[in-house]
């Protein structure tokens, strides 16, 4: 029950969080660590002299309900109508010319998204200013919260956690970009265990190569997973394929549970 409401329950995490935090002018508990606010950057253009980043006033009404829109609705919006278009099978219909459509306009908008999202990041790298998509549209800039404040942290761990989360964001944008299925055929070509490992593959998990426990389906392939390893390899790439089909995997179902039909 929990796994067929977690896009719910993430949107209400992050509704209590933007509650306590952004609307009352507070900042989240990271930022609050490193010291970091949000700022109108509008408020602050005409100057051109900001030396310390502590002037200029904190967001506008307006910038906190659009910021709770896009980050907290829009993010449900589009978890439930992946999941939903997936159980309908929207990419498999060649019945219903117009579902076919949706599917690839979704998929299309999903890449420009990805596009946009790594160019902003590259911009970033360079000003330091709008880590997101969001905050540059928003023209919401963090920026130092006081002027006098013992950090909690030191900076040698701050640095290195800067690094590593840009390294994993970076990695996260490349992997799936790979083929897995043409550089698991390229290693297994090596492997002296071929005709072993091939065989008994319908009953097993293509992760752990064992018997899965707690299966459960990737959609819309509907092959079987243990459902820790489809979870975590889902968790480690957004753009996971299934290594069997190179059918990329949208969604998760319980193995036996009952799915309304899309007819």
């Keep these: 029950m929990l796994f067929q409401y977690e896009p719910e329950l993430d949107a209400f995490l992050e509704f209590l969080i933007w509650r306590f935090s952004i609307w009352v002018d507070k900042p989240t508990p990271g930022n609050a660590l490193m010291n970091l606010r949000y700022r109108d950057d509008r408020a602050v253009e005409p100057r051109e002299k900001v030396r310390t980043g502590l002037e200029g006033p904190g967001l506008t009404v307006a910038q906190k309900i659009w910021y709770c829109i896009a980050t907290v609705g829009g993010q449900y ?9 997936a159980f309908r099978r929207w990419g498999d219909s060649e019945r219903r010319p117009l579902a076919r459509r949706v599917w690839i306009l979704i998929q299309r908008v999903e890449g420009l998204y990805k596009a946009a999202s790594f160019g902003n ?37 701050m640095n290195r956690q800067l690094v590593w989360n840009e390294f994993s964001e970076m990695l996260l944008l490349l992997l799936p970009l790979l083929n897995s299925s043409s550089v698991k055929s390229l290693l297994s070509s090596f492997s002296k265990d071929k005709s ?11 992760v752990c190569r064992s018997i899965p426990t707690t299966p459960f389906l990737a959609l819309p392939c509907q092959h079987r997973y243990c459902y ?28 036996g549970f009952f799915a309304p039909s899309p007819e």
């Excluded at 919006?77 to 278009?85: D, G, I």
């Excluded at 072993?196 to 293509?206: A, E, I, L, N």
């Design 77 to 85: 919006v589009w978890a439930r109508l992946q999941s939903f278009s």
């Design 121 to 157: 990041l590259l911009i970033f790298l360079y000003t330091g200013r709008f880590r997101n998509l969001i905050e540059r549209v928003l023209r919401a800039r963090l920026v130092y919260g006081s002027p006098n404040m013992n950090r909690a942290v030191s900076f040698e761990y």
């Design 196 to 206: 072993s490992s091939s065989t008994g593959d319908d009953g097993t998990c293509p």
């Design 228 to 255: 820790y390893c489809l979870r975590t390899q889902c968790s480690a790439s957004p753009a996971y394929r299934c290594p069997r089909c190179s059918e990329p995997v949208v969604a998760m179902q319980r193995h």
